[in-house]
Antibody, heavy 122, light 107 residues
Framework: QVQLQESGPGLVKPSQTLALTCTVSGGAIASGSFYWSWIRQPAGKGLEWIGRVYTSGSTNYNPSFKGRVTISVDTSKNQFSLKLRSVTAADTAVFYC??????????????WGQGTMVTVSS | DIQMTQSPSSLSASVGDSVTITCRASQSISGYLNWYQHKPGRAPKLLISAASSLQSGVPSRFSGSGSGTDFTLTISGLQPEDFATFYCQQSYTTPWTFGQGTKVEIK
Protein backbone atom coordinates (compact mmCIF):
# COMPACT_ATOMS: atom_id res chain seq x y z
CA GLN A 1 0.00 0.00 0.00
CA VAL A 2 1.54 3.25 -1.16
CA GLN A 3 1.99 5.92 1.50
CA LEU A 4 3.29 9.48 1.31
CA GLN A 5 5.04 11.41 4.07
CA GLU A 6 6.01 15.07 4.01
CA SER A 7 9.10 16.33 5.81
CA GLY A 8 10.90 19.62 6.22
CA PRO A 9 11.31 22.65 8.47
CA GLY A 10 8.21 23.85 10.26
CA LEU A 11 9.46 27.42 10.43
CA VAL A 12 10.86 29.54 7.61
CA LYS A 13 11.90 33.17 7.73
CA PRO A 14 10.33 35.72 5.37
CA SER A 15 12.13 36.11 2.02
CA GLN A 16 13.78 32.70 2.40
CA THR A 17 13.07 29.45 0.57
CA LEU A 18 10.63 26.87 1.86
CA ALA A 19 11.85 23.36 1.08
CA LEU A 20 9.83 20.19 1.64
CA THR A 21 10.31 16.57 0.66
CA CYS A 22 7.72 13.88 0.14
CA THR A 23 8.89 10.30 0.65
CA VAL A 24 6.93 7.59 -1.13
CA SER A 25 6.81 4.17 0.51
CA GLY A 26 5.14 0.93 -0.48
CA GLY A 27 5.78 1.41 -4.17
CA ALA A 28 8.28 2.82 -6.65
CA ILE A 29 7.72 6.45 -7.56
CA ALA A 30 8.80 5.66 -11.11
CA SER A 31 6.24 2.91 -11.67
CA GLY A 32 2.74 3.41 -12.91
CA SER A 33 0.94 6.27 -14.51
CA PHE A 34 1.09 8.97 -11.89
CA TYR A 35 2.00 12.57 -11.35
CA TRP A 36 3.30 13.70 -7.98
CA SER A 37 1.74 16.89 -6.69
CA TRP A 38 2.00 19.47 -3.94
CA ILE A 39 -1.10 21.12 -2.48
CA ARG A 40 -1.39 23.60 0.37
CA GLN A 41 -4.07 24.84 2.75
CA PRO A 42 -3.67 28.12 4.63
CA ALA A 43 -5.41 28.19 7.99
CA GLY A 44 -9.13 28.65 7.59
CA LYS A 45 -8.92 28.54 3.81
CA GLY A 46 -9.37 26.03 1.04
CA LEU A 47 -7.01 23.76 -0.80
CA GLU A 48 -4.67 25.20 -3.44
CA TRP A 49 -2.81 23.12 -6.00
CA ILE A 50 0.82 24.22 -6.28
CA GLY A 51 2.12 21.99 -9.04
CA ARG A 52 3.24 18.54 -10.05
CA VAL A 53 6.13 16.52 -11.41
CA TYR A 54 6.24 13.40 -13.51
CA THR A 55 8.96 10.80 -13.07
CA SER A 56 10.62 12.09 -16.25
CA GLY A 57 11.16 15.38 -14.44
CA SER A 58 8.59 17.32 -16.46
CA THR A 59 6.58 19.76 -14.39
CA ASN A 60 3.42 21.83 -14.36
CA TYR A 61 2.91 24.72 -11.98
CA ASN A 62 0.03 26.89 -10.85
CA PRO A 63 0.65 30.31 -12.42
CA SER A 64 -0.49 31.97 -9.19
CA PHE A 65 2.92 31.17 -7.73
CA LYS A 66 4.52 33.47 -10.30
CA GLY A 67 7.69 31.51 -10.89
CA ARG A 68 8.53 31.10 -7.21
CA VAL A 69 8.12 27.34 -7.19
CA THR A 70 10.23 24.39 -8.26
CA ILE A 71 9.16 20.76 -7.94
CA SER A 72 11.65 18.00 -8.60
CA VAL A 73 11.82 14.23 -8.35
CA ASP A 74 14.57 11.87 -7.18
CA THR A 75 13.62 8.37 -8.28
CA SER A 76 16.69 6.84 -6.61
CA LYS A 77 15.42 8.03 -3.23
CA ASN A 78 11.73 7.55 -4.08
CA GLN A 79 11.12 11.18 -3.21
CA PHE A 80 9.88 14.37 -4.75
CA SER A 81 10.46 17.87 -3.45
CA LEU A 82 9.05 21.37 -3.32
CA LYS A 83 10.94 24.63 -3.18
CA LEU A 84 9.03 27.88 -2.75
CA ARG A 85 11.17 30.98 -2.89
CA SER A 86 10.75 34.45 -1.41
CA VAL A 87 8.14 33.35 1.09
CA THR A 88 5.93 35.73 3.06
CA ALA A 89 3.48 35.24 5.89
CA ALA A 90 0.83 34.53 3.26
CA ASP A 91 2.64 31.29 2.49
CA THR A 92 1.99 29.94 5.98
CA ALA A 93 -0.03 26.78 5.43
CA VAL A 94 -0.32 23.05 5.79
CA PHE A 95 1.45 21.51 2.82
CA TYR A 96 0.33 18.16 1.41
CA CYS A 97 1.97 15.91 -1.10
CA UNK A 98 -0.33 13.76 -3.19
CA UNK A 99 -0.31 11.18 -5.95
CA UNK A 100 -2.26 12.22 -9.03
CA UNK A 101 -3.62 9.58 -11.39
CA UNK A 102 -3.01 9.87 -15.13
CA UNK A 103 -4.45 6.63 -16.47
CA UNK A 104 -6.78 8.00 -19.11
CA UNK A 105 -9.64 8.58 -16.71
CA UNK A 106 -10.12 12.06 -15.26
CA UNK A 107 -7.15 12.85 -13.03
CA UNK A 108 -7.65 12.72 -9.29
CA UNK A 109 -5.54 12.81 -6.15
CA UNK A 110 -5.93 9.25 -4.94
CA UNK A 111 -3.31 9.17 -2.18
CA TRP A 112 -2.29 12.03 0.11
CA GLY A 113 0.24 12.57 2.83
CA GLN A 114 -0.96 13.69 6.25
CA GLY A 115 0.37 17.18 5.70
CA THR A 116 3.03 19.29 7.35
CA MET A 117 2.52 22.73 8.85
CA VAL A 118 4.91 25.43 7.71
CA THR A 119 4.92 28.82 9.37
CA VAL A 120 6.61 31.83 7.79
CA SER A 121 7.79 34.14 10.54
CA SER A 122 10.90 35.92 11.66
CA ASP B 1 -8.73 29.59 -13.60
CA ILE B 2 -11.94 27.65 -13.13
CA GLN B 3 -13.69 28.73 -9.93
CA MET B 4 -15.42 26.04 -7.89
CA THR B 5 -18.19 27.13 -5.53
CA GLN B 6 -19.61 24.78 -2.93
CA SER B 7 -22.80 25.19 -0.95
CA PRO B 8 -23.52 25.22 1.83
CA SER B 9 -20.24 26.11 3.52
CA SER B 10 -21.38 24.19 6.58
CA LEU B 11 -24.33 22.17 7.73
CA SER B 12 -25.51 20.41 10.85
CA ALA B 13 -27.11 17.01 10.59
CA SER B 14 -27.92 14.00 12.71
CA VAL B 15 -26.79 10.42 12.36
CA GLY B 16 -29.07 8.77 9.83
CA ASP B 17 -29.89 11.95 7.94
CA SER B 18 -29.31 12.28 4.24
CA VAL B 19 -27.38 15.34 3.13
CA THR B 20 -26.56 16.87 -0.22
CA ILE B 21 -23.63 19.14 -1.01
CA THR B 22 -23.53 21.05 -4.26
CA CYS B 23 -20.56 22.21 -6.28
CA ARG B 24 -20.76 24.63 -9.18
CA ALA B 25 -18.01 25.31 -11.70
CA SER B 26 -17.51 28.70 -13.33
CA GLN B 27 -17.49 27.00 -16.74
CA SER B 28 -18.37 23.59 -18.06
CA ILE B 29 -16.02 20.87 -16.87
CA SER B 30 -17.93 17.95 -18.39
CA GLY B 31 -17.63 15.16 -15.80
CA TYR B 32 -14.16 16.08 -14.57
CA LEU B 33 -15.11 16.47 -10.93
CA ASN B 34 -13.75 14.75 -7.83
CA TRP B 35 -14.93 14.71 -4.22
CA TYR B 36 -12.72 14.40 -1.14
CA GLN B 37 -13.37 13.91 2.56
CA HIS B 38 -11.01 15.59 5.03
CA LYS B 39 -10.84 15.07 8.75
CA PRO B 40 -8.61 17.27 10.95
CA GLY B 41 -5.05 16.02 11.15
CA ARG B 42 -5.68 13.31 8.59
CA ALA B 43 -4.83 12.91 4.95
CA PRO B 44 -7.68 13.92 2.65
CA LYS B 45 -9.45 10.92 1.14
CA LEU B 46 -10.70 10.56 -2.42
CA LEU B 47 -14.34 9.50 -2.33
CA ILE B 48 -15.59 9.95 -5.88
CA SER B 49 -13.85 10.62 -9.17
CA ALA B 50 -15.24 11.54 -12.56
CA ALA B 51 -18.37 12.96 -10.90
CA SER B 52 -19.94 9.63 -9.99
CA SER B 53 -17.33 6.88 -9.79
CA LEU B 54 -17.14 5.61 -6.23
CA GLN B 55 -13.64 4.73 -5.14
CA SER B 56 -12.88 1.21 -3.94
CA GLY B 57 -13.64 0.80 -0.26
CA VAL B 58 -15.86 3.89 -0.01
CA PRO B 59 -19.29 3.05 1.43
CA SER B 60 -22.17 3.02 -1.00
CA ARG B 61 -24.02 5.65 1.04
CA PHE B 62 -21.82 8.15 -0.76
CA SER B 63 -22.91 9.05 -4.27
CA GLY B 64 -22.08 11.75 -6.79
CA SER B 65 -23.86 13.10 -9.80
CA GLY B 66 -23.79 15.93 -12.28
CA SER B 67 -22.05 17.15 -15.39
CA GLY B 68 -21.24 20.43 -17.03
CA THR B 69 -21.26 23.02 -14.26
CA ASP B 70 -23.45 21.54 -11.52
CA PHE B 71 -22.57 18.59 -9.32
CA THR B 72 -23.82 17.04 -6.11
CA LEU B 73 -22.44 14.77 -3.41
CA THR B 74 -25.08 12.91 -1.45
CA ILE B 75 -24.59 10.99 1.77
CA SER B 76 -27.56 8.72 2.38
CA GLY B 77 -27.73 7.91 6.06
CA LEU B 78 -24.98 9.81 7.82
CA GLN B 79 -22.74 7.74 10.07
CA PRO B 80 -20.66 9.08 12.96
CA GLU B 81 -17.47 8.64 10.96
CA ASP B 82 -18.81 10.82 8.13
CA PHE B 83 -18.56 14.11 10.00
CA ALA B 84 -15.79 15.95 8.18
CA THR B 85 -15.14 18.62 5.59
CA PHE B 86 -15.86 17.74 1.98
CA TYR B 87 -14.19 19.34 -1.05
CA CYS B 88 -14.91 19.20 -4.73
CA GLN B 89 -12.09 19.56 -7.27
CA GLN B 90 -12.10 20.02 -11.02
CA SER B 91 -9.69 18.04 -13.16
CA TYR B 92 -10.78 19.53 -16.49
CA THR B 93 -7.87 21.90 -16.94
CA THR B 94 -4.88 23.02 -14.93
CA PRO B 95 -4.45 24.72 -12.58
CA TRP B 96 -6.58 22.22 -10.72
CA THR B 97 -8.91 24.06 -8.35
CA PHE B 98 -10.94 23.10 -5.32
CA GLY B 99 -14.16 24.30 -3.80
CA GLN B 100 -13.87 26.10 -0.48
CA GLY B 101 -15.20 23.12 1.43
CA THR B 102 -18.39 22.07 3.21
CA LYS B 103 -18.11 21.20 6.87
CA VAL B 104 -20.60 18.58 7.99
CA GLU B 105 -21.14 18.81 11.74
CA ILE B 106 -23.15 16.83 14.23
CA LYS B 107 -26.47 18.38 15.21
Amino acid sequence: QVQLQESGPGLVKPSQTLALTCTVSGGAIASGSFYWSWIRQPAGKGLEWIGRVYTSGSTNYNPSFKGRVTISVDTSKNQFSLKLRSVTAADTAVFYCARETRDGTPNSFDIWGQGTMVTVSS
Amino acid sequence: DIQMTQSPSSLSASVGDSVTITCRASQSISGYLNWYQHKPGRAPKLLISAASSLQSGVPSRFSGSGSGTDFTLTISGLQPEDFATFYCQQSYTTPWTFGQGTKVEIK
